[in-house]
């Protein structure tokens, strides 16, 4: 396939947030701790059927009658507008998995929110922030002031990227390669994340770009999947994912 300039900017911000990430988790004072789980299996079968359960929300949600009025129901102001199906289903699979965690006793360290790596995941996802804006080159349409606009789209996919991040890299991930392993885990975790949003991109009609954007998104799910394995904090993935995708408006 030929690239083209929309595939040139994205993979060099996937390459730029690789090699900045590889180099700030060789520093010395960069120490994780890693979260474990006493019942691996257990947790792991968990998580895979919450996966389950939130893939298949998806689809209810993108062909039902019901998805349909909840998208009527709750109407984003422009121009976060359509990203409204998104963030409804975002915010419904929240609620599902934090139910799921709570159910169970555990704390939300068990979904990617670990105090002790705290700092870590700020100081690495404020770093790739900055380097997503540099590399989009938008410095200057942000030092040059946010239109209530900028700020309200800001604030969505501030919403989706926290959602989605507590979701996939938090709570399923963590579980999936504690179970089965670093790698598989990830990539688990990256399948089960795109089937999740499969839906609402066949439902949009984009067809002519579907492959690029099904492609686009089984790798930010993995470049995501492999921050969190390195920081060990869904704020890294979070800070990271709310500046790629708020970088979106000025396309």
């Avoid at 499969?198 to 002519?208: D, K, R, V």
Wanted: overall charge positive.
């Amino acid at each position: 396939m030929e690239l083209t300039p929309s595939w040139i900017v994205i993979l060099t911000e996937w390459l730029g947030v690789i090699a900045v990430a590889w180099l700030l988790s060789a520093t010395p004072r960069f120490r994780k701790q890693t979260v474990g789980f006493r019942y691996a299996r257990r947790d792991g079968i968990v998580a895979l059927t919450v996966g389950g359960v939130l893939v298949l929300t998806g689809w209810i949600f993108a062909s039902s009658s019901i998805g349909k009025m909840l998208r009527e129901l709750v109407r984003l102001p422009e121009p976060a507008r359509m990203l409204n199906p998104l963030f409804i289903l975002a915010m419904i699979s929240l609620v599902i998995t934090l139910a799921a965690l709570f159910l169970r006793g555990q704390p939300l360290k068990g979904a990617g929110w670990n105090t002790t790596n705290l700092r870590l995941g700020v100081q690495t996802g404020l770093a790739l922030a900055l380097l997503t804006i540099f590399l989009r080159n938008r410095v200057m349409d942000v030092l040059n002031g946010l239109s209530r606009e900028e700020i309200t789209y800001l604030l969505v996919v501030l919403g989706i990227a926290l959602a989605e991040e507590t979701i996939f890299r938090g709570y399923v991930q963590m579980r999936l390669c504690w179970w089965l392993g670093e790698r598989q885990g990830v990539l688990a975790t990256a399948a089960l994340n795109t089937l999740w949003r499969l839906p609402l991109l066949l439902a949009s009609g984009a067809y002519i770009v579907l492959w690029l954007n099904l492609v686009i998104m089984i790798g930010q799910a993995i470049l995501s999947g492999w921050l969190m394995q390195k920081t060990g904090s869904v704020l890294t993935t979070i800070l990271y994912r709310t500046t790629s995708l708020w970088m979106n408006f000025y396309t």
